[in-house]
């Protein structure tokens, strides 16, 4: 079956620390791949998605994430967090040939910034 | 630019009891999709529409059903309410973009009593 695995429900971190979030996948083939905050009482906002090409890929509020296909891995990072970075994010994935709207989100990893 | 708008933010219902919850896509964008998230759970796709047609499904009971208007706002329905739907619902909308990049609204909070 096909599937997002968020291993790290809670995660907290210092501010200025690093932060690596982890995400896999389980498809038959690689899917386009997307990160998703969503801060309390928020919709959900895109941080960045990763179709083909450069396995490094950049998005906003200086995130950035990795995609392993020998990992089936799609790793968010981000070298310095900042308090206002204190949120849920969600890792996603839809199919290739899918129309696009059907995304399945993993469970989420709530992330807490101390001082 | 306004963003994805849904309405009621919160409401409160009763086993049993019908719901409608109502989304207005960003301006210019003509698919909507709909997604159930239950506390401390990602969120999960129930419905998507384009153009007004169905374009997917989740694995959601004949309960649930939706519909996209002219103007390409649509409407959640859910019919007797269970205790278990309770929970955030979420508007995505779409427009030229890439699959996946979705924009989404900020919920509506249903509770069922």
């Known amino acids: 079956a096909q599937s997002v695995t968020q291993p790290d429900i809670h995660i907290t971190v210092s501010e200025g620390a690093s932060l690596e979030l982890r995400c896999n996948y389980s498809?038959?083939?690689?899917?386009?791949l997307f990160w998703y905050v969503q801060s309390p009482g928020q919709g959900l906002q895109l941080l960045l998605k990763?179709?083909?090409?450069?396995?490094l890929v950049q998005g906003i509020k200086g995130f950035e994430a990795e995609f392993k296909r020998s990992q089936s891995s799609f790793n968010l990072r981000k070298p310095s967090v900042h308090w206002s970075d204190a949120a849920e994010y969600f890792c996603?994935?839809?199919?290739?040939?899918?129309?696009?709207?059907?995304?399945?989100f993993g469970g989420g990893t709530r992330l807490m910034v101390k001082p | 630019d306004a963003g994805v708008t849904q309405s009621p933010t919160h409401l409160i219902k009763t086993r049993g009891q019908q719901v409608t919850l109502r989304c207005s896509p960003i301006?210019?964008?003509?698919?909507v999709s709909w997604y159930q998230q239950v506390l401390g759970q990602g969120p999960q796709f129930i419905f998507q529409?384009?153009?007004?047609?169905?374009?997917g499904r989740g694995n959601f009971p004949d309960r649930f059903s939706a519909r996209q208007f002219p103007n390409y706002s649509s409407e959640l329905n859910v019919n007797a309410l269970l205790l278990g739907d309770s929970a955030l619902y979420l508007c995505?909308?779409?427009?030229?973009?890439?699959?996946?990049?979705?924009?989404f609204g900020e919920g509506s909070r249903l509770t069922v009593l």
């Open positions: 301006s210019g964008h003509k698919s």
């Open positions: 995505a909308s779409r427009g030229q973009g890439e699959a996946g990049e979705l924009f």
């Open positions: 990763y179709f083909s090409g450069d396995t």
């Open positions: 529409y384009y153009e007004k047609e169905e374009r």
């Open positions: 498809y038959g083939a690689t899917p386009y």
């Open positions: 996603a994935v839809v199919p290739l040939n899918n129309a696009g709207n059907m995304l399945t």
